[in-house]
């Protein structure tokens, strides 16, 4: 069985800084895409940024320059590293994760918890 566990968020005033960590606990494939989404209060979540195993991290448009994204010490563990933020990276961010359990022949996306993350003065 697969678990994806978030942590991190909180509240920040403008300009500050925040973390956010996810892992992948269970029996998968080393090779996968993880990544984290958002949703803010009355809109459509969207995908903020994702990286394959071993290849660069593709980001949004509103976050690049500003969040960074990278593996920790192991392929199923990401780090979203978000500076400079605004009020309107205000949202529910969701780690999302793509991945292909043992004995299955394709992939699964799975979905952490949320957490809140809250850009107010």
């Known amino acids: 069985q697969v678990h994806v566990v978030e942590s991190g968020g909180g509240w920040v005033q403008p300009g500050g800084s925040l973390r956010l960590s996810c892992t992948a606990s269970?029996?998968?494939?080393?090779?996968?895409?993880m990544g984290w989404y958002r949703q803010a209060p009355g809109q459509l979540r969207e995908r903020v940024a994702f990286t394959f195993t071993g290849i660069l991290p593709n980001y949004a448009e509103s976050v690049k320059g500003r969040f960074s994204l990278s593996r920790g010490d192991t392929d199923n563990t990401v780090i979203l590293q978000m500076n400079s933020l605004k009020p309107e990276d205000t949202a529910v961010y969701y780690c999302?994760?793509?991945?292909?359990?043992?004995?299955?022949?394709?992939?699964?996306?799975?979905w952490g918890q949320g957490t809140q993350v809250i850009v107010a003065s």
């Open positions: 999302n994760a793509h991945l292909r359990p043992y004995g299955s022949s394709g992939y699964t996306t799975y």
């Open positions: 269970g029996s998968f494939d080393s090779n996968n895409v």
